[in-house]
Structures are given as structure tokens and as C-alpha cells.
């Protein structure tokens, strides 16, 4: 079953970034190749199943798919009316269900289509490809029969998940090693496998090492999660590299393996970039915000859904920009705006000067509809980044991220969280949480004692909120003597260090907005497998590199059995509200979107990081920073991207008897 003949892969000379390589593909060697000469039609149905539809959807537009001759999406499930002079594409999962479906659709005298092209998200077993065969009334119905090996949601330019939200709770749970299990590191591993595939890319193979205390320590499923992982994302590579066409047969990129081990406290931390705060403090829906516009003609205020997605400049601007600089940056550009329009002027000189309000704003429109979609898009931002704002003032979240960030680099103590607690009791139940939770990650050894309790006591926490601070053990995943820096709660750098720190200042950074100097641990995964620093008794590879495989710098080079130093895991960015505008170290608005249309035909050899149990915004901001800096397109993929109530909601559910996620809040 054939592949495209477009060259994706990061050696190939048309260089694509991930999702346009995924848009491309489903919109054009899937529908675009179902045009039938002799169709009597030129429109056609797309049958989806519930997991497909999820895979368009955040690939393509419904424009998109309407422009290639697409005037119906059904669900494949669902009655649906015969339409037989028309062409039908299936996009579904190749499982035995989906393909009775399709049976019964296209079988006997009177089908629902007229020709089906059916193409399947990842490889189909060869007995259900043998039960189509056998029904001769169909098989002259079909027009295609082809796996597109496209099994995951492109949920960013740079990013994908495998949908597997009970990650957590079906790895690292009670029942550990369980069917269950086994069952979700298989799903994940084929659908790990469909990115490669559908990019015709083939990765070199590394994973975190399981560790253990002394060798007569039993190893635990949890210690071998990304293990097993990776060895079945190679089982399934080695099947595509002797299968697929044109499937390249030496590495042509990096992919890295691990688990929220190698970092517990980017899931919890309070992310003071654009885009994390709104889907961390807003409740929205996905990337679904809900926009409140003044009524018509002086009536109530009206609710419009909005989409903060990559099509919006102002938000591809701003999501990675901090908080602060957004604001400012958006009170810059309404400032511009209304200096250039005189009609805008006419309707801020009754505000002697003073900041717009939506309904300002909403008045614009009327009186300058050529600027509409302009000002509105200003508008939905002032009215996010006020509320932000607005709820940062209230709940004293300044005060909440200072403390949370002198925990991590340990400028502050159990004295200092103490005093906190009793001084700002109006504090959230969730801020309160999550300060524990952080404690809890940087002084692992207070599991041990009855300090962790005491602090939930006088922080008045229920006893489920308690579970998830003690739940974080399960992620932690055992340790030797001799950590590495890079391991999972590496806590010790220097002997000659006094303070406890989770991390410690990095100094290679400009000086940035205060409370950004938190900074996710791929980001120095990363820095150190492009460098090929990263130490490969922690860190080992599946498969030997070919003698030209050169993924990493030229002036570097993997050192099998390299014992890295003691040294720090995050470094230090001075902490001021304001910095320089020149700034270009990858984190700044400005700096994100001189950089968002990169040449990539200059990026070398692809990195992936794959992070089982859910990636954070943190995170995916990290790998974009990260692409701009080492010239090399850094993609993240999870099992599910988890912004900081969702995860502890997860957390909760892991020694939690017969919950769903929905009957827990945090």
C-alpha cells in the first residue's frame, strides 16, 4: 500500500515544517487523489470514524476540504442517506467494526456510493484485508484500498499527540504491568511509528534508561516504560523500512523517548507565557475561548466562541510572549492603530486619552468596517490578556510564581512556604496545591516523613488533593547513587552547594521578564543530544547509528559510556518585569515571529521528543525556542498535551477506584 512520492523527510530538498508535511498529505494524496476520471460528480463524501475526524480536524480547515471536492462529512457510525451517484472517501481506523461498516455500506444490489476510496489511519491486519477480498460485489465498488499511516493528532506546527489520555493512569496506576497497559504502550507505539512513516523519516532511536538502586533492586514496569516504548516504536519502524516505498533505510533524524520523570514540575508550575496562561487560568474548551461582545443596539452582551489558533497573526505573535510583554505589546498596537485612524480617534476623544473598552472597540467596527476583522482580533486580545491580568492581581499570583520558582531554584525553603501558607490563607485551594506538589517534586525525601503532611494540614487540603501530592512518587521512577545530572530528581549539583534546588540558573540566556526563569528540562535534553552530550549509559540508543548518519553538531559526537559532571539543570535568567526590546533569545513575541517563517531548507536533521504521560505548554514553547536556536526542527510529541488542572486531575486518578476524569475538580 503506497506512500506519496512528495519528499518530506529533513534530507529531502522541499523541506516542510510537521504539520504542513501532515495538512498536505490528508488533503492531497488522500482526497485529491480519489478524483475519478469517469465520476459523473466532481463532489464527494468523506466517512470518518471518531478518531479520524479528530486527525482532520486539527490538520485541515473545512475550506480546505470543501476545495477538494468534499460537499459532505458523515460519521461512519451514523445512518446515512444513499447517495449513489456520488464517489465516498473513508478515512477510518483499520479495526474489524469499521471495516463491517464499510461492508454493509458498499455490498449488495443497492449501495450508499457509488466508488469508495478507503484509506486507513495506520497498517490493516491481513485477515480483515482478506474479508473485504472475499465480497466480490464489492470489490469492484472500491477505487482505493490504502494505509495512510497517519495515526495522531498535529496539534501544533511543531507538535503531536497520540490521544492516549489515561496514559497515567493505565502505565503508573495501582494495576501497573496490567493487559491495560501493555495494550496502551502498543497503541502508542504504532501511532508513534505513523509520524515517521507519514514523514518518510527514519529516526535514530534513544530512551531513558531504566535505573535502580543496587543490582539486586527488582526493576518495575514503571522503570521500563520508555523502554518498552521504544522498543515498540522499532518494531514498527523495521516493519515500514522493509514494506513502505521510498522509506529511507539509514537515520535521517533524532527521536528521544522518556517519561514525566525527567520533569514533574513543568506539568504543576504557574507558565507566565501568553498562551499557557489562557489555557491554565481562562477554562477554555480546548483552543476554544468563549468572547464576550457588547449586544446590538445597546442590548445585553453577547457570547461568540473564538478559536486562539496559528490562523490569527495576532495570536501566533503573542502565545509564546510573556504575559507582561504581550500586554504591552497589544496596548502598543491599539495605541498605533488608533493614531492612524481618525474616525478611531473620534471615538477615543470622549475617553480624554484613556485605555479602550470592548464596547469602544465594538463601536469601531461599525464605524470603520474595513478594519473589522483587524480590530476585532485587537479586541478579543485586550479582553484575554485584562482578564489575565486581572485574575493575576486578584489571586496574587505574583507572589504565588515568585515562591514557586525560589522553591524550584532553591532560594526558598520549608520556612519560606510555611510563612506563606500563614500569611495568605485567602490563597486558592489549587495555588496551594500546586505549591505542595512543587515542594514535594525538589524535597522528594519528605515522602519519608510526616513534614509533607503537616504542610497539607495547615494548608487545609482535602484528602484528594493530598493524593496527588503523594501520587507524584508513582512518576518518580527509582534512582541510583550515582545520579546524573539529567536524571529524574537529580538534586545534589555540587557538594560545596548548600541549597536545595530542582534546578539550578543557567547563564546562557539575555535577561528576561521576572518569573520567567523557569525553564522545562528538554530544553537541556535537547541542547544536549544536538551537541551529542547526552550520556548514553542514561540515555541509550536502540539502534547504532550508520557511519553517515550525522544528526548531531559536527563539532560533537556521541560518547558511549560518557559520566557527565555535576553541573546545573536550569539556568538563570535575571528576574525584571521589563527587558531589553532587542532581545532574541528565541523567547520575546518579536523574536518568535522573525523567526516563525524560517528558511527551512537551512534546518539540519529533525529532533523528536516523545514525553509519556503528557506534554506541557512549557514544553512546546521550549521546542519552538529550540528549532530558532540550534537551526534543527524540534517537534514534541505526547501522549496528550495537559495544561495544570488537567494533569492533577490525572494525578488523582491513579490510585482513585472507578473515576473518570469527569468526577474529579481540582
Request: glycine share 4%; net charge neutral.
Amino acid at each position: 500500500m503506497s506512500m506519496s512520492d512528495s519528499d518530506t523527510s529533513s534530507q529531502g530538498s522541499d523541506y516542510k515544517n510537521f504539520r504542513q508535511v501532515i495538512r498536505d498529505r490528508l488533503l492531497y494524496e488522500m482526497l485529491r487523489s480519489a478524483k475519478s476520471k469517469d465520476s459523473k460528480s466532481a463532489w464527494k463524501v468523506l466517512i470518518m470514524d471518531k478518531l479520524t475526524v479528530k486527525i482532520m480536524s486539527y490538520a485541515c480547515k473545512m475550506a480546505d476540504i470543501t476545495e477538494e471536492g468534499v460537499s459532505l462529512v458523515e460519521d461512519i457510525y451514523k445512518r446515512r442517506q444513499p447517495l449513489p451517484s456520488m464517489d465516498a472517501i473513508y478515512f477510518i481506523q483499520p479495526t474489524k467494526e469499521n471495516v463491517v461498516m464499510f461492508l454493509s455500506d458498499m455490498a449488495g444490489k443497492s449501495p450508499l456510493y457509488r466508488k469508495a476510496f478507503v484509506f486507513f489511519s495506520s497498517p490493516i491486519a491481513k485477515e480483515l484485508v482478506n474479508h473485504i477480498k472475499r465480497d466480490s460485489s464489492v470489490l469492484s465498488r472500491i477505487g482505493a484500498l490504502r494505509e495512510m499511516n497517519l495515526e495522531f493528532f498535529a496539534i501544533d506546527s511543531q507538535g503531536f499527540i497520540t490521544d492516549n489520555e489515561r496514559v497515567l493512569e493505565e502505565l503508573y496506576g495501582d494495576d501497573e504491568g496490567s493487559r491495560k497497559g501493555s495494550l496502551c504502550l502498543n497503541e502508542m507505539a504504532n501511532r508513534i511509528a505513523t509520524v515517521f512513516a507519514s514523514l518518510r523519516e527514519f529516526p535514530l532511536v534513544r530512551y531513558r534508561a531504566a535505573k535502580s538502586l543496587d543490582p539486586t533492586t527488582m526493576t518495575t514496569f514503571r522503570d521500563l516504560i520508555p523502554t518498552k516504548l521504544a522498543a515498540g516504536v522499532w518494531n514498527s519502524l523495521t516493519k515500514y523500512k522493509s514494506t513502505l516505498p521510498h522509506f529511507p533505510q539509514t537515520e535521517t533524524c533524532e527521536l528521544l523517548i522518556v517519561d514525566r520523570s525527567v520533569d514533574q514540575i513543568a506539568p504543576i508550575i504557574h507558565e507566565w507565557t501568553y498562551d499557557a496562561m489562557c489555557h491554565d487560568l481562562l477554562n477554555m474548551d480546548g483552543n476554544k475561548y468563549v468572547h464576550e461582545v457588547p449586544g446590538k443596539a445597546g442590548g445585553p452582551p453577547e457570547k461568540k466562541d473564538v478559536l486562539l489558533e496559528d490562523h490569527d497573526p495576532i495570536w501566533l505573535e503573542l502565545r509564546h510572549a510573556h504575559i507582561a510583554d504581550a500586554s504591552e505589546r497589544l496596548h502598543e498596537k491599539m495605541t498605533n492603530f488608533v493614531s492612524k485612524n481618525k474616525a478611531a480617534q473620534m471615538h477615543q476623544g470622549s475617553r480624554d486619552g484613556g485605555q479602550l473598552s470592548t464596547r469602544d472597540l465594538q463601536k469601531m467596527v461599525q464605524a470603520l468596517p474595513q478594519y473589522s476583522e483587524q480590530i476585532e482580533k485587537l479586541s478579543l486580545h485586550v479582553d484575554i490578556a485584562g482578564k489575565l491580568n486581572r485574575i493575576i492581581r486578584e489571586s496574587s499570583l505574583k507572589e504565588i510564581g515568585q515562591l514557586e520558582q525560589d522553591l524550584v531554584f532553591g532560594d526558598a525553603g520549608t520556612k519560606d512556604l510555611i510563612n506563606f501558607l500563614r500569611v495568605h490563607q485567602d490563597v486558592t485551594r489549587e495555588s496551594k496545591l500546586r505549591l505542595l506538589m512543587i515542594y514535594a517534586s525538589v524535597h522528594p525525601e519528605k515522602f519519608e516523613s510526616d513534614k509533607l503532611s503537616k504542610l497539607m494540614e495547615l494548608a487545609r487540603l482535602p484528602q484528594d488533593d493530598m493524593n496527588a501530592v503523594y501520587n507524584m512518587r508513582l512518576l518518580e521512577g527509582s534512582t541510583d547513587n550515582k545520579k546524573s545530572s539529567l536524571g529524574p530528581f537529580s538534586l545534589k549539583f555540587d557538594v560545596h552547594k548548600k541549597k536545595h534546588a530542582a534546578r539550578k540558573d543557567r547563564t546562557d540566556q539575555a535577561s528576561t521578564w521576572q518569573l520567567s526563569r523557569f525553564y522545562p528540562m528538554i530544553e537541556e535534553l535537547v541542547e544536549k543530544l544536538n551537541k551529542g552530550e547526552l550520556p548514553k549509559n542514561d540515555y541509550p540508543c536502540m539502534n547504532d547509528p550508520s557511519p553517515t548518519f550525522h544528526g548531531t553538531s559536527q563539532s560533537a559526537s556521541i560518547q558511549a559510556n560518557q559520566v557527565s559532571t555535576p553541573h546545573s539543570m536550569r539556568s538563570r535568567r535575571t528576574a525584571t518585569w521589563a527587558r531589553p526590546r532587542n532581545s532574541d533569545d528565541g523567547y520575546s513575541s518579536d523574536s518568535i515571529l522573525r523567526h516563525a517563517s524560517s528558511d527551512f531548507k537551512k534546518m539540519g536533521q529533525r529532533i523528536f521528543v516523545f514525553i509519556v504521560g503528557g506534554a506541557t505548554r512549557s514544553e512546546l514553547r521550549a521546542c519552538h525556542k529550540l528549532s530558532t536556536k540550534l537551526k534543527r526542527e524540534v517537534v514534541l510529541g505526547s501522549s496528550s498535551i495537559d495544561d495544570p488542572p488537567q494533569f492533577i486531575t490525572k494525578l488523582k486518578l491513579l490510585t482513585a477506584d472507578e473515576l473518570s476524569l469527569d468526577d474529579l475538580q481540582i
